[in-house]
């Protein structure tokens, strides 16, 4: 891919949104040299699959944030999008300027608890060094509560207890099967058996009582947690991997009769939104019946560049399938556990895939950019 196409001056993509979607769009669009402008209210794109091992390895956070405008330059803006006007073909920024698009990329992915996610709005080094705060603090704790066992928090216990083998490490999850539902039984329960063999406590089919008093990502010696069944712990520190919940401010004044309950954009399947050719839906906030993931995030932007470029050429759309499910479960840098199209795969086979490095080079490559040693 990557040759020049001869457009008329009226085409100009607005990619809003600069997490794994937005930029394998934004990347794609640069190779082409369709002339193109990705929003993001941050500086640097967040490698967020790698973000649970940057929170416990000192130095590995300066891996998981490059920034965008070394890759993209002045297609780069920094701002926050307030709205969308479809009628007039604009995107609302927060400091009242209007970019105008012909076609529009909404990619506002999703966000949930630090460190899981990073929801500051800083600078690329004040980002890492939240991070790096986060490892002194857990440094300092002998006793360790992860609160939730879905896929975050089975890999965050399973980074802890790699980097900290003598720490006492406790998951709570109000399920009793670990990790997402999608995945085969013989899956999650290997998730399950790993963090036994590692020395994770479970404690599993509780919910913790009053979530909201916890004071997470921090070292507070002998804090008692409490169940809604009456189990109490205590730890040192508190580590949230609960619910993901999907960014729809941008969008939601102009597209709210086209939102599912969850807050997700319906789309057909050229990942249109309906009703409107000439505006996409990617990643996280695209209505699609998989589990939310990075790698499928890269494969919708894909289909979506290509889809703007076929019908500039006037060439069929590309269909966007679902396919059978590919989910990999680091349990820390020398273990994990996954399904390759809806087969098992063991350790072996992840620690080579995803456990070493997470994708970090995937994503500096992808940015075109040296990645820090």
Request: aromatic residues 8%.
């Amino acid at each position: 891919m990557g040759s020049r196409l001869s457009l008329d001056d009226s085409v100009r993509v607005v990619v809003v949104g600069g997490g794994f979607g937005g930029t394998a769009a934004a990347s794609l669009l640069k190779s082409w040299s369709v002339p193109f402008v990705l929003v993001d209210v941050r500086d640097a794109f967040h490698h967020n699959v790698a973000a649970l091992r940057a929170a416990v390895e000192s130095g590995f956070a300066k891996k998981t944030f490059i920034s965008y405008s070394v890759t993209f330059g002045d297609s780069f803006r920094q701002g926050k999008v307030v709205g969308i006007d479809p009628g007039r073909q604009k995107v609302l920024l927060s400091d009242g300027e209007e970019l105008h698009y012909s076609h529009l990329i909404i990619a506002t992915g999703s966000d949930g608890p630090f460190p899981g996610k990073f929801n500051q709005v800083t600078d690329m080094q004040s980002a890492i060094q939240t991070y790096e705060d986060m490892v002194k603090e857990i440094e300092k704790s002998q006793r360790i509560l992860v609160v939730g066992g879905g896929a975050a928090g089975v890999e965050m216990a399973a980074e802890i207890k790699t980097e900290y083998p003598d720490k006492e490490v406790i998951l709570i999850h109000s399920k009793p099967a670990l990790a997402d539902v999608e995945l085969l039984p013989s899956v999650r329960q290997e998730v399950k058996e790993i963090l036994l063999r590692k020395g994770v406590r479970l404690l599993l089919g509780e919910k913790v009582s009053d979530i909201g008093s916890l004071r997470p990502n921090q070292f507070q010696k002998d804090t008692v947690v409490r169940t809604e069944r009456g189990t109490e712990v205590v730890v040192d520190m508190v580590v949230l991997c609960t619910g993901i919940k999907i960014n729809s401010s941008a969008y939601a004044a102009a597209f709210g009769d086209k939102m599912a309950s969850n807050g997700a954009l319906k789309v057909n399947k050229y990942l249109q939104l309906e009703g409107y050719e000439n505006i996409y839906v990617i990643g996280d906030c695209a209505d699609l019946q998989e589990p939310k993931m990075a790698y499928h995030a890269g494969l919708h932007g894909n289909v979506v560049v290509t889809n703007i470029i076929n019908s500039l050429t006037q060439k069929p759309l590309k269909t966007y399938h679902p396919g059978s499910l590919t989910f990999l479960l680091s349990m820390g840098r020398n273990d994990g556990v996954g399904q390759l199209n809806g087969y098992y795969v063991g350790r072996l086979l992840v620690t080579m895939a995803k456990s070493r490095d997470l994708f970090v080079s995937k994503s500096w490559k992808t940015m075109g950019q040296t990645m820090p040693s």
